[in-house]
């Protein structure tokens, strides 16, 4: 989202290859050792789990005295990031705005950058940091919208380019989605016992017919956070439960105040799997650079998927390996 809101500003970046940095020691010394750590993961070798372990080395680095100083040391640009590189290129973005000092930039360039530094403090870390919770993803992304009303008093044109991506990926404000809402423990009570309330007064539909999610109508410019969820509960927010073949038996916990539902075998069970959905895309991305890598390997179709079965195979035996290792 970063990349699409500010564009302008990291057009300049992007297009050269370097960014001049003055002849400052201390600076010199930290972004050393933030560009290194940078390329690690480029080449992946350093995955999310280790950007705290690095913000810690990073900062004893910056106490450390000796190291010589270069005064036309550059940072070379890296591109747009993937999404595994989300995480220290925010880190990267947030050290430019707290060093812009000691930054060979242009004025504009500067601006933008402190521009997109407080996008990312204020608003986006948040979000971005949550993003894998699937019982906080609606109402995240309710809260989202809410914000960016304030953040126009701030930033119209960049909220707006927020309020309309965000528009474009309301999957888990969907009838059949926003039922995830029920096990946040983040909302108040009440809340959850109004969508329970607001589910049972649909009939629960015996057959679902497949169809692709609808999104909700929404005005951006009169969010009810959080309570609006509420609004998006429907007959088709069953679906959840009708996938997992779950009866009235094992529903019991619907009956009662939600003070209780931790006690109820029901509740503690469909709340562990909905804790552990997958609610990012990096599966389907990872077999669309799969197919596009390897599809010119073989021709025939039935050999095609026999090697993306065995390619996919292999990448989760080594990705297990490294896990445990």
């Not at 812009?100 to 930039?105: G, L, V």
């Not at 779950?246 to 075998?265: F, N, S």
């Amino acid at each position: 989202m970063c990349s699409t809101v500010f564009l302008d500003e990291l057009k300049p970046i992007w297009s050269r290859a370097e960014i001049p940095i003055k002849a400052d020691k201390k600076c010199i010394d930290m972004t050393i050792e933030l560009w290194e750590s940078f390329l690690k993961l480029k080449q992946g070798s350093m995955g999310v789990v280790d950007v705290v372990t690095y913000n810690r080395e990073r900062k004893k680095m910056a106490r450390k005295s000796g190291v010589k100083s270069k005064s036309d040391l550059s940072i070379v640009s890296s591109g747009q990031q993937s999404d595994s590189e989300v995480v220290l290129s925010i880190h990267l973005v947030s050290t430019n705005q707290l060093f812009s000092k000691r930054f060979a930039m242009p004025s504009t360039e500067l601006s933008g950058v402190k521009r997109m530094a407080d996008f990312i403090a204020l608003y986006y870390t948040h979000a971005f940091l949550r993003s894998r919770l699937s019982t906080c993803s609606p109402a995240d992304d309710m809260q989202f919208l809410s914000l960016m009303n304030l953040y126009r008093i701030q930033d119209p044109s960049a909220s707006d380019i927020c309020v309309k991506s965000i528009l474009l990926h309301l999957w888990y404000l969907t009838e059949e989605l926003v039922v995830f809402a029920i096990f946040d423990t983040d909302l108040q009570d009440s809340l959850r016992q109004q969508m329970v309330l607001k589910l049972l007064s649909f009939k629960r539909p015996k057959i679902f017919k497949p169809q692709k999610p609808v999104f909700p109508d929404i005005d951006p410019m009169t969010i009810n956070y959080p309570y609006q969820l509420v609004d998006f509960i429907g007959s088709r927010s069953w679906l959840l439960f009708h996938l997992l073949n779950l009866g009235e038996e094992k529903l019991d916990w619907m009956q009662v105040p939600v003070k209780y539902w931790k006690i109820t075998v029901g509740y503690r069970k469909l709340e562990l799997i909905v804790r552990v959905v997958e609610v990012v895309n990096d599966s389907a991305e990872r077999s669309v650079e799969l197919m596009s890598d390897f599809k010119d390997v073989c021709i025939d179709e039935n050999k095609q998927q026999a090697l993306f079965q065995v390619l996919e195979q292999y990448r989760n035996n080594v990705a297990n390996s490294k896990a445990k290792n």
